[in-house]
């Protein structure tokens, strides 16, 4: 009996979706050799409903995770962390059971299959009277039987300990916690949803429409109760008070898993009421969360500006698909032809419609009362808005402190760069960032081969060194002129041919977006400059694009410094040379750490 707490497939990982093969296998199989469609219809169908199964969650945890749709509705305030992504990895683990089941269930009962070799599809799409005798059975088998079945679980210390723990063990309930569960608890789930299905079917009326809409719903109501966030108004439930013993609400099951003694129902709360399970708050605290939702909520005092580049670091948003939000950023070949779709930063027309968002973001910041903006890499870039500037001059009375955070970027990268370095190849050399670490290395004695075309940009940065380090800092305008330099800052894109001039054993440190390919096997890559935030840090559920988890990138690092330092001036424009070792001490007294990225 205990080995039901576990997944056959529960060690073969992602492998387990091979499982689905057979599946398709049969699907090809029939179509190549135009036999068998009646077991091909069938595979297929279950095929797509799984997959629309799965579009089900996901939806519903995109909804979840939207903040700015549903932040004032949260029932749990508290956000969801790696620990319970990791525990919740396989969530889908019910979906591929059922396919199984789904496909044993056509293979060994052919008629109930109702299709024959020659007709594809003698089931209909509609039958009305199919729909009455799935919800009577729903009603009268599948409400009751999981009713008595959860209760069940709960009141008994061996089975709630060696089964339904493990669902109840998510802190944090949400669309993807609906159907994380043990092996046991799913099959007692397929019997629960399968009858009425199989009951209707049966008894000759059941339809191609039922099928996918009761499978669809079912999954659809489930994370539903699981959500985060209380969709129903108070005011439908006073309206039509019946409402209120027909379906369940999220606060409704929120409060199960609170207290995990009452609100035991599946989707019908007459069930807790007959049996006397019935949590008294349950109107109550719905009624609450709706009320209060037009309420000021607790303001954030540090805000980071994110941004995506393309679709791929899109996909990493935290609102779209958890799964890749939850580890760093890869290179996924299926998303390559949309790969150039979003890069909106560097089309010249798109300019202005983006400093609008930026200008929206920290006037409603300041409204908020929020102490700290801090804006991503391409948000402060120097030609879209010359590192910020463009918002304090507009708006001289900002409270809210609108910060680049580049001098924690540029603390980052310099403190990278070994001591005994004696000379550095600076790409992007008169870039906001490319200054000051040019700057800052000639004080050091570090010769500084910077390369730029402008005589007069040179020599602008050349004069803010003092005089007896202006000589360390030398223009260069060939990518030859690094051939012997085996430490390379690259502030601008770097193609395959232009690295090819560093010599073997060269490092690439860099803070230019997006980051450069990794071309030279017989060189070493930084990634972007980045700091690990300290361990005591709670609720972090989503990765910072290209980072690793619990590393931010070093302009965020430097927000939160700001914030945590309360200095009260706007970090915007040039990097101050003279505060980077400033800002560097004070990430340190605040438990940031230095990210050590070599990779090969």
């Known amino acids: 009996m205990v080995t039901l707490s576990a997944w056959p497939w529960g060690n073969y990982g992602n492998l387990k979706y091979l499982l689905y093969a057979p599946l398709a296998a049969q699907v090809a199989y029939s179509l190549a050799y135009q036999e068998d469609y009646s077991r091909a219809f069938w595979c297929l169908n279950i095929l797509i409903i799984c997959g629309l199964k799965g579009l089900v969650h996901v939806f519903w945890s995109v909804y979840n995770n939207m903040l700015w749709v549903s932040r004032t509705l949260r029932i749990n305030p508290k956000g969801v962390d790696f620990k319970q992504i990791d525990h919740e990895w396989h969530w889908d683990n019910y979906i591929l059971l059922q396919a199984i089941l789904a496909t044993m269930i056509c293979y060994m009962s052919p008629p109930l299959m109702m299709v024959n070799s020659t007709i594809p599809l003698a089931i209909p799409l509609w039958n009305t009277k199919g729909l009455i005798v799935l919800l009577v059975l729903h009603v009268t088998f599948s409400e009751p039987l999981y009713y008595f079945l959860h209760r069940s679980v709960h009141r008994n210390n061996y089975l709630f300990t060696h089964y339904h723990s493990f669902h109840h063990s998510s802190p944090v309930p949400n669309p993807m916690t609906a159907n994380n569960a043990t092996l046991l608890e799913s099959l007692m789930l397929c019997v629960v949803a399968g009858v009425p299905l199989i009951g209707s079917c049966l008894l000759g009326v059941g339809s191609i429409s039922l099928i996918y809409g009761y499978a669809i719903t079912f999954d659809f109501l489930r994370c539903l109760g699981h959500c985060n966030v209380e969709i129903f108004s108070h005011k439908l439930f006073e309206t039509l008070p019946i409402l209120r013993y027909l379906i369940y609400t999220p606060t409704y099951h929120s409060l199960h898993h609170q207290d995990m003694e009452t609100n035991f129902c599946l989707f019908m709360p007459i069930f807790d009421v007959l049996g006397n399970t019935l949590n008294p708050n349950s109107w109550e605290l719905q009624k609450k969360i709706r009320l209060a939702a037009g309420e000021r909520k607790r303001v954030p005092e540090f805000v980071f500006l994110a941004h995506g580049v393309d679709v791929m670091s899109v996909m990493h948003a935290p609102f779209v698909f958890r799964s890749f939000g939850s580890i760093p950023y890869t290179m996924r070949f299926f998303l390559l032809p949309m790969w150039p779709v979003t890069f909106m930063y560097f089309l010249p027309f798109a300019k202005q419609g983006i400093n609008n968002h930026i200008e929206t973001a920290i006037l409603r910041a300041d409204k908020l009362g929020v102490k700290v903006i801090s804006l991503a890499a391409l948000n402060k870039n120097e030609a879209l808005n010359g590192g910020g500037t463009l918002f304090v001059n507009k708006h001289p009375d900002l409270k809210v402190r609108v910060v680049h955070g580049n001098t924690l970027t540029a603390a980052v990268i310099l403190n990278e760069i070994p001591k005994d370095v004696k000379e550095v190849f600076l790409t992007g050399a008169t870039s906001k960032l490319g200054r000051a670490i040019a700057l800052y290395l000639c004080r050091r004695g570090v010769r500084v081969l910077m390369l730029t075309l ?102 965020h ?20 040379v003279d505060r980077i070792d400033i800002v560097w001490e004070a990430a340190m007294r605040h438990g940031l750490s230095s990210v050590s990225s070599l990779t090969d």
């Open 454 to 555: 402008s005589v007069e940009r040179f020599q602008k940065i050349q004069k803010e060194a003092p005089s007896k380090f202006q000589k360390y800092l030398v223009q260069v305008t060939k990518y030859n002129s690094a051939q012997h330099c085996k430490t390379w800052i690259v502030g601008k894109w770097l193609t395959p041919r232009e690295q090819s001039w560093a010599p073997a054993g060269t490092h690439f440190h860099q803070f230019v977006v997006p980051p450069i390919l990794k071309f030279r096997r017989n060189c070493t890559y930084d990634e972007l400059a980045a700091m690990r935030l300290p361990k005591d840090v709670q609720g972090l559920g989503t990765c910072e694009y290209t980072m690793d988890r619990g590393v931010v990138h070093a302009c």
């Open 557 to 576: 690092a430097g927000g939160l410094v700001h914030m945590l330092e309360g200095w009260e001036h706007h970090e915007v424009g040039a990097v101050d």
